[in-house]
């Protein structure tokens, strides 16, 4: 059901914000770990007061917050809506020129900045979707930018509606927009205890319906292999190269499955991302990824077991193994308050869609949150092919994301109500 009497300001705002060179960076020793964030997110904090979120502001470490006071005196649980302003550093995010394909009719889409840059009909199955939207795209030369700034402009044309609306019935609505959730730290300085949310959603999913409550567990794996060195004259009997010994363990690594691009869905993966050394030592950097913790400490078992059987062969050598936790499934906390999900599933049908439950294959700002007790499931922005040039959202899902958005807040009303 769309909102009726109400002209979006969702497309604007997006296009505003994509303007803005937001990429987040590896490795960086700051925080946020690129200045430019700063800016926009500024920008953000102008926009929410505009809104009319007075308290907005921006912290010293990048983060947005603001504050939507409830209209009502019934005891509303206070609902949390997050999203993040960073770009992957993958691909540029300066400059960005976004292209409507207004009315689009079906067939591959050229981006026109770079022609090479094509979005394949038969590589893009959600593009049958879109017979008769307005489909976004960058010019090819960089992404899009919609992962995030759709969320965020999302979120910011729900919030105008409702202030809008006075008549729509809502509790305490906080909204945070975050660094560095690229890079993994989004919620590296978020203070949850001063967020002082109930609930939470990230805005920051990709198809039109889409509700994702899982996420992976994820381990990160430290394989040290230390040789002995010598000079190489005289080296006979005596010299115990590392860098050899650590290809041959990664040359046992199974070939057909068990790695990121032999598998999908529920499977999980060892994945060798960084390696490192000389003679004396080689480190190998390993992400552990499964759906379920059991899984998890099958694959770092099977990896421990086959390092040290080939680092046996070499008696000289010496091996270091460490297991470093990353993240755990949300699905496990989720799951303890089942309603969080279910209010989002029935907001996405109260908006017209087919509501689908489905899993992130890789972690969310969502999924640590929920492990520092604000439970936090994901919501659709509309986007597709994140982290590319070949970036594309359609202006009528991010419509109906923010229906959604709009819808949950009474949903949420509405129980309070019922519980009275």
């Excluded at 860098?243 to 869905?265: V, Y």
Aim: hydrophobic share 35%; proline share 4%.
């Amino acid at each position: 059901m769309a909102l009726e009497n109400y002209e979006h300001t969702v497309l604007d705002r997006f296009l505003k914000y994509v303007g803005y060179d937001t990429q987040s960076a590896e490795d960086a020793e700051t925080f946020p770990s690129t200045e430019e964030q700063k800016v926009l997110a500024q920008v953000l904090v102008e926009d929410l007061k505009a809104i009319g979120l007075s308290d907005a502001n921006m912290d010293a470490h990048g983060y947005v917050t603001a504050t939507l006071e409830a209209n009502t005196e019934k005891r509303i649980p206070t609902l949390g809506l997050i999203a993040h302003l960073d770009t992957s550093p993958d691909v540029s995010g300066k400059d960005v020129k976004p292209h409507i394909h207004k009315n689009y009719q079906g067939g591959d889409i050229v981006l026109t900045g770079d022609r090479s840059q094509v979005i394949q009909e038969s590589e893009n199955p959600n593009l049958k979707e879109q017979i008769g939207n307005d489909v976004i795209t960058s010019d090819g030369t960089t992404l899009l930018g919609a992962d995030n700034k759709a969320g965020i402009a999302e979120i910011f044309d729900a919030l105008q509606y409702i202030v809008r609306h006075p008549e729509i019935e809502h509790g305490p609505i906080r909204v945070a927009v975050t660094p560095d959730e690229e890079v993994g730290n989004g919620t590296k300085y978020f203070d949850v205890k001063a967020f002082a949310a109930d609930y939470a959603y990230t805005v920051d999913g990709e198809t039109a319906g889409e509700i994702e409550n899982e996420t992976f567990c994820a381990d990160s794996v430290t394989v040290k292999i230390h040789g002995h060195n010598v000079h190489p004259g005289y080296a006979k009997d005596k010299l115990v190269n590392s860098i050899k010994i650590g290809s041959e363990f990664i040359d046992q690594l199974p070939k057909k499955g068990l790695s990121p691009e032999t598998t999908e869905k529920r499977e999980g993966y060892v994945h060798p991302h960084h390696i490192s050394g000389g003679i004396e030592t080689t480190t190998i950097k390993f992400l552990i990824r499964d759906f379920e913790e059991d899984g998890l400490k099958e694959k770092e078992t099977m990896l421990q077991k086959l390092a040290e059987r080939v680092v046996k062969r070499y008696p000289k050598a010496k091996l270091e193994f460490e297991v470093e936790e990353s993240y755990r499934n949300m699905r496990f906390k989720l799951d303890e308050d089942p309603k969080v999900v279910e209010n989002a599933m029935e907001a996405v049908r109260r908006a017209g869609v087919e509501p689908k439950l489905n899993l992130i294959r890789g972690g969310t700002d969502g999924a640590r949150l929920c492990y520092e007790g604000l439970l936090t499931p994901n919501i659709f922005t509309g986007g597709h092919n994140f982290h590319s040039k070949l970036e594309w959202i359609s202006l009528q899902d991010m419509q109906r994301a923010v229906e959604v958005i709009v819808h949950l807040v009474q949903i949420w009303a509405e129980q309070a109500e019922e519980r009275r």
